[in-house]
Nanobody
Framework: VQLQAFGGGLVQAGDYLRLSCAAS????????VAWFLQAPGKEREFVAT????????YYTDSVKGRFTISRDNAKNTVYLQMNSLKPEDMAVYYC???????????????????WGQGTLVTVSS
C-alpha cells in the first residue's frame, strides 16, 4: 500500500487543521493506521492510532481532547482533525499503516510497515 499525507499548512495558535492520509494500491481497511510527528532535531513521536474499522482509537496524552483520528474506508482515507493547535504541535506529520488489529494499541513506529511522505504543520504563536 502507498500512503500520501496532506493537509498541513501554516496556522495561528488556536486554529485547526485536518490532515488526510490517502491510501492507494490496497484497501486501507486491511490496516490499522497511525499518525506520528517529528519536530526538528527530535525523534519521531506517536500521536494517534485507529484500528481497521474505526471502532477503536488511542491518543498520546498531549493531544487528547484536541485531536481526533477517524477513517473513511470507502474513500480509502484516514484523517487527523487537529483543533486548538499550539506552537508545540508544530512538526512534520506522518501517517503509517500496520497490521489490522481489533483494538488500536500500536504506538511504536517499528510496529508500522508503510509510511507516507509527511506533511508540515506550522503553528505561529
Amino acid at each position: 500500500v502507498q500512503l500520501q499525507a496532506f493537509g498541513g499548512g501554516l496556522v495561528q495558535a488556536g486554529d485547526y487543521l485536518r490532515l488526510s492520509c490517502a491510501a492507494s494500491g490496497r484497501a486501507i481497511d486491511t490496516y490499522s493506521v497511525a499518525w506520528f510527528l517529528q519536530a526538528p532535531g527530535k525523534e519521531r513521536e506517536f500521536v494517534a492510532t485507529i484500528n481497521w474499522s474505526g471502532g477503536s482509537t488511542y491518543y498520546t496524552d498531549s493531544v487528547k481532547g484536541r485531536f481526533t483520528i477517524s477513517r473513511d474506508n470507502a474513500k480509502n482515507t484516514v484523517y487527523l482533525q487537529m483543533n486548538s493547535l499550539k506552537p508545540e504541535d508544530m512538526a512534520v506529520y506522518y501517517c503509517a499503516a500496520g497490521p489490522a488489529l481489533l483494538r488500536a494499541t500500536m504506538t511504536e513506529s517499528y510496529e508500522y510497515d508503510y509510511w507516507g511522505q509527511g506533511t508540515l504543520v506550522t503553528v505561529s504563536s
